[in-house]
C-alpha cells in the first residue's frame, strides 16, 4: 500500500503485460496489477473485475467473464499453464477465491463475498456477510447448525449478538481459556449501556488484558471511570487511547477534564 513502491512496481509488470511469452506470466502480471490498483479509489473496481476473471480461468463453468463456451475450449492447456509453475508465485485457487471474497467484503460487495465464502465453507465470515446484509435469520440458522458441529467463541458471541443472550459471552469467554477478548469488550459495552460502571471496567481490563492494542476500549475504560470518579485510572486510559489513536478528540477533551479536577494546571 506504499504508494512509492506501487509506482516503482508499475513499469515492470506493465512490460510484462506489453509482451507476455506465457500464458500464466501473463496472468500474473494481470494479479499483480489487479492488486496494486485495488490500493487506487479510481481502479479498485477494476481491479476486482479483473481478479474475478483471473478466478473463473480455473474453471469450466458458465460465468460473467467467462459467457460462452468457446471462450472454454479456446483457452491455455494444460501444458502452457504449468510450464513456469515453479518459477512464479501464482496463488492456488481456494487461495485466489478467499483473497477476492475478502476484498469484496471490504468493499461492501457482501452478496459476492458472502458467495465466494459459501464454497469456500468458511462460516464465520458467511454469518458475518449475513450480518451485514441485515438478514439476521439466515446468520442464526448457520450459526446454529455450526455449534452442532462444533462450539467455537466466534460462533458463540455471533448467536449471542442475534438473540441478545448475555450469558453466551461468558461461555464463549471461558471456551476460548480466556483470550477471545471480542466477547469481553461486548459486555463491557452491555454493561456501560446499563449504567453497570464498575462491572463495565472489569470486563474491559479483562479484554485488554488479553488485547491492548484496542484504542476505543480504552476510551470507554476512561468514560466509565470517569463515571465511577475514579480520575486516575480515567487518566490512564485516555492517555493509552491517544497513544494509540491521535484522532479520537474526545479523549483529548476528556484528558483536560479531569486535569481540571484534579487542579493539575
Known amino acids: 500500500q ?21 500464458w500464466m506470466i501473463h496472468s500474473t502480471g494481470l494479479l499483480e496489477r489487479s492488486w496494486l ?7 479498485f473496481d477494476r481491479a476486482l473485475l479483473q481478479i474475478q476473471a483471473l478466478l473463473d480461468q480455473h474453471t ?30 501464482y496463488p ?42 441485515d438478514k439476521p435469520q439466515r446468520a ?3 450459526v446454529r447448525e455450526q455449534l452442532k458441529i462444533n462450539e467455537t467463541p466466534y460462533m ?5 449478538d442475534l438473540t441478545s443472550n448475555e450469558s453466551l ?22 454493561s456501560y449501556d446499563r449504567g453497570d460502571y464498575f462491572a463495565c471496567v472489569e470486563h474491559l481490563d479483562a479484554a485488554l488484558k488479553v488485547q491492548p492494542l484496542v484504542a476505543h476500549s480504552w476510551y470507554l475504560r476512561g468514560i466509565a471511570s470517569m463515571h465511577l470518579e475514579d480520575w486516575n485510572k ?21 484528558m483536560g477534564s479531569i486535569h481540571m479536577k484534579l487542579r493539575d494546571y
Open 156 to 160: 458463540l458471541t455471533a448467536l449471542a
Open 2 to 22: 506504499d504508494g512509492l513502491t506501487a509506482e516503482e512496481m508499475f513499469p515492470y509488470i506493465q512490460r510484462v503485460l506489453d509482451e507476455p511469452i506465457n
Open 92 to 133: 492456488a485457487q481456494f487461495e485466489l477465491k478467499k483473497d477476492l471474497a475478502e476484498r469484496y467484503l471490504r468493499s461492501q460487495v457482501f452478496a459476492s463475498a458472502l458467495n465466494l465464502f459459501k464454497e469456500l465453507n468458511l462460516w464465520d465470515e458467511v454469518v458475518k456477510c449475513y450480518q451485514l446484509l
Open 60 to 89: 469450466t463453468k458458465l460465468t460473467i467473464t467467462q459467457s460462452t463456451m468457446k471462450s472454454i475450449e479456446e483457452s491455455a492447456q494444460v501444458d502452457e499453464r504449468l510450464l513456469y509453475i515453479h518459477s512464479l508465485v
Open 234 to 254: 480515567g487518566l490512564e486510559s485516555f492517555l493509552r487511547c491517544i497513544q494509540q489513536d491521535m484522532e479520537i478528540t474526545e479523549a483529548h477533551a476528556n
Open 169 to 190: 459471552y461468558e461461555k464463549a469467554w471461558i471456551l476460548s481459556n480466556k483470550r477471545y477478548a471480542r466477547a469481553k469488550r461486548t459486555l463491557a459495552k452491555i
Open 37 to 43: 490498483e485495488y490500493e487506487r479509489q479510481r481502479t
Open 140 to 142: 442464526e440458522i448457520v
